[in-house]
């Protein structure tokens, strides 16, 4: 039962970047976040709806084994990745 694993792991993240992303949207942002790099909470509500799907997704493929796990998981650890850089990288000095 690998794919159940996969299925597992990718609910996991899913989860994980929709909280995340619910709470930042409701906290104030930071100079960086905010002014810098444009997560607004309209952003991160985005990026919690988008992860809330493919949480979805993945509950589905528990029912529906015909799913493409891998397909999803890949999808889900694009998402995290992209919604961590994008507010997470801090300042950088100017050369």
């Known amino acids: 039962m690998v794919g159940d694993v996969w299925n597992a792991a ?6 994980v970047v929709a909280i995340a992303a619910l709470a930042r949207a409701s906290s104030r942002a930071g100079h960086y976040d905010g002014a810098v790099y444009g997560m607004t ?7 919690a709806y988008v992860a809330l ?15 493409p796990t891998a397909v999803l ?12 850089t994008s507010f997470l990288r801090g ?4 050369d």
């Open 73 to 84: 998981l890949g999808a889900s650890v694009l998402v995290a990745l992209f919604y961590l």
């Open 53 to 67: 799907a493919l949480a979805l997704a993945f509950a589905a493929a528990f029912a529906w084994p015909a799913m």
């Open 10 to 15: 990718g609910l996991g993240i899913s989860l």
């Open 41 to 47: 909470p309209a952003i991160h509500r985005r990026y």
């Open 91 to 94: 300042a950088e000095a100017d």
